[in-house]
Every structure is written in C-alpha cells, then in structure tokens.
C-alpha cells in the first residue's frame, strides 16, 4: 500500500494521495469479509473488531478524497459495510464496529458529491440509518441523522423520500418518533439535526415533491 503525503498550494494544509486505489479496496475488502461469520452468530471479539475499524478508519480517508472517491464508490465498497450496520449486538465491539462503519458513510456525504447521492440511494442506508436512530447508541444515532440530514438536504434524496407515501411516511413517522424521545433526554445536538429532518420534510410544496400514492 502506496501512502503518500504530498504539499498543496497552501502550505498549512497537506492531503493524502493514496496510489494504487483498486489493489487498496481489495486489501480492505479481504479484512472486512473475513470477519463476516463473527457477525451470525455474533461472536465478534475486540481484537477482530479492532482490527477491521483499523481498515475502515483508512478506508475513510480513501471515500472522502476527491481523487479515490469515484473508485471508491464504482468498487460498490460501501456495500461491504451494510451487513456490520444490520447487527443488533450492544456488545462494545459491535457497537465499535457499527459507528466506525458509519462514519465512513459519514465522510462520503459531507463531501456534497452529487455522485455519492445518487450512489446510496441506490442502497439501503435510509432504512439502516432510521433503524440506528431508533435504536442505536447515542454516538451512532447521530452519525446515522447526519446521514439522513445530508440526503434530505440534496433535491435528490428529498425527491427520493418523497417518491411515494409509504416511503415519505416511514421517514416521517420514525423522525416523529425519535424526536420526542429526545425532547425530554439531554443532547440538543442530536434534538436539533433531527428537528431540522422534519423541517425538511415538512417544508412547502417548492421543496416537496407531490407524493405518488
């Protein structure tokens, strides 16, 4: 693996150009599959969990470059993390392995890359991010309504949404549901990215599509 730190034009800033991008994802893919029979029956230990949020932290840095980003996604390595989103252990190294995985999904859509949109609205993240928010650890909870907060925010992903009742309604309803649970806990972060959620969703019809029943 080829890392190398190059200069920019501005001095304080330096960036990684990471060489040899498909021989990279290979490399990740190999140590994130590895670990798939840990995951059912979940007997993942922290040494297994550890090692593979070593790769995705790396693997970070590989989807929020501008110059491995478009590899990134046309490898589908995005993909490969979903099956470490489904799980529903509590276990340290489960929770580990779902925020790192996040977090990586994360980098992807604060890059505001029309191209990263229209990658995950091909997958199944909105439905794995609102479970999370439902149900995940506080950390993970707001990664996956930063997520969401990014798609709502493209006409892309709010078109998509919006698409059809049954889609709008789940997203709604889960919001609601989620925002009065922490109206009365004590992170006003995660209260006020989700209020704007709804806020979005409930906007006027120049931002919202006509839902197709």
Same mark, same amino acid.
């Given at each position: 693996?080829?890392?190398?730190?190059?200069?920019?034009?501005?001095?304080?800033?330096?960036?990684? #150009?990471?060489?040899?991008?498909?021989?990279?994802?290979?490399? &990740?893919?190999?140590?994130?599959?590895?670990?798939?029979?840990?995951?059912?029956?979940?007997?993942?230990?922290?040494?297994?969990?550890?090692?593979?949020?070593?790769?995705?932290?790396?693997?970070?840095? #590989?989807?929020?470059?501008?110059?491995?980003?478009?590899?990134? $996604?046309?490898?589908?390595?995005?993909?490969?993390?979903?099956?470490? $989103?489904?799980?529903?252990? !509590?276990?340290?190294?489960?929770?580990? =392995?779902? =925020?790192?995985?996040?977090? +990586?999904?994360?980098? $992807? +859509? !604060?890059?505001?890359?029309?191209?990263?949109?229209? *990658? $995950?609205?091909?997958?199944?993240?909105?439905?794995?991010?609102?479970?999370?928010?439902?149900?995940?650890?506080?950390?993970?909870?707001? +990664?996956?309504? &930063?997520?969401?907060? !990014?798609?709502?925010?493209?006409?892309?992903?709010?078109?998509?949404?919006?698409?059809?009742?049954?889609?709008?309604?789940? +997203?709604?309803?889960?919001? #609601?549901?989620?925002?009065?649970?922490?109206?009365?806990?004590?992170?006003?972060?995660? *209260?006020?990215?989700?209020?704007?959620?709804?806020?979005?969703?409930?906007?006027?019809?120049?931002?919202?599509?006509?839902?197709?029943?």
């Amino acid at each position: 693996m080829d890392l190398h730190w190059t200069a920019q034009p501005r001095p304080s800033s330096r960036t990684i #150009v990471i060489r040899k991008v498909d021989k990279i994802n290979k490399t &990740f893919c190999i140590e994130i599959v590895n670990i798939y029979p840990s995951i059912n029956p979940p007997t993942l230990t922290a040494h297994q969990s550890n090692r593979v949020c070593n790769a995705l932290a790396l693997l970070q840095c #590989v989807a929020s470059h501008p110059e491995t980003r478009s590899a990134f $996604l046309a490898a589908h390595i995005p993909l490969f993390l979903y099956p470490f $989103l489904h799980t529903v252990s !509590k276990t340290r190294p489960f929770e580990y =392995l779902r =925020l790192t995985s996040l977090g +990586v999904i994360g980098a $992807l +859509v !604060k890059t505001d890359e029309q191209e990263v949109i229209n *990658f $995950l609205l091909t997958t199944e993240i909105i439905p794995l991010c609102l479970r999370i928010m439902e149900s995940g650890s506080e950390l993970s909870k707001t +990664v996956a309504t &930063f997520i969401l907060q !990014k798609i709502l925010l493209d006409d892309t992903g709010l078109a998509y949404i919006c698409q059809t009742y049954e889609r709008f309604s789940h +997203v709604a309803m889960i919001l #609601v549901s989620v925002c009065c649970k922490d109206m009365h806990g004590h992170d006003q972060i995660d *209260f006020l990215c989700l209020n704007m959620c709804g806020q979005v969703l409930g906007s006027n019809g120049i931002h919202v599509p006509p839902l197709r029943i």
